[in-house]
Structure formats: C-alpha cells, structure tokens
C-alpha cells in the first residue's frame, strides 16, 4: 500500500492541522518539523514571505507544526471543525522553546 494512502487511512476521524493565515509570518518551522513532510510555504497577499499550507491527505495529526510554531498560527482541527486543543506535553514543549 503505498505511503499516502495510509496516512489518508491514519487522518480519518482525527485532528489534522490547519494554518491562521492572517497569522502566518512564512518562517517555514512548520516545514521543518514536519515528518511527513506535508506543509509547504506558498505565496500569499499577506506578506512578502508567503505563508504555511497543509496538504491535508497526508496530515497523520501528529501536532509537531502547532507545537513549534512561534506565532500560534497553526490549529488542530476536529473533522467537526472543532479545535483541539494542546496537551500538556505540548504546552510543556512551547513553554521550553520559549513560545509562551
Ligand atoms: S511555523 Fe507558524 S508562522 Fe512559521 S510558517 Fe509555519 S505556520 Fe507560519
Ligand atoms: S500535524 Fe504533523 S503531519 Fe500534520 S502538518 Fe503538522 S507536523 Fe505535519
């Protein structure tokens, strides 16, 4: 079975992440973290930088992009639309990366 495909199978019914584009500064950590990868930069009007975009087929929802992003511009969404929110090692992770 090829890779994608079970991480669609992985995705379904779970939190995967998307991007607040308005806050977004481009600085591409997400990308970094990301194991899959599935994030790129790409241009966007809302600044020179571009901003983040999931590819969300391949999302698994493993929470490395919402953890590290400096700017919280990153949420875990529900299949309902709802947000999930952080864990406590997640919040424990941004608190020693110095993000809040
Ligand atoms: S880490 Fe956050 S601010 Fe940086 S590119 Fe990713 S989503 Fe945007
Ligand atoms: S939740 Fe994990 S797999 Fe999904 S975009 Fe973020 S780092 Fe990548």
Known sequence: MEEAVV???KAAGRAVAAVRQEQCT???ICVSVCPVPC???V???MNFTGTASVIK???TGCNFCAI???W???VMLHPDGSEKRLD???KQVKKLRGYA
């Open 88 to 90: 406590r090692y997640g």
């Open 43 to 45: 241009d966007s009007g």
């Open 72 to 74: 919280e511009a990153i």
């Open 68 to 70: 590290d992003c400096p």
């Open 57 to 59: 087929e391949l999302c």
């Open 26 to 28: 481009g600085c591409g």
């Open 7 to 9: 991480n669609v199978k």
């Open 39 to 41: 994030i790129e930069i």
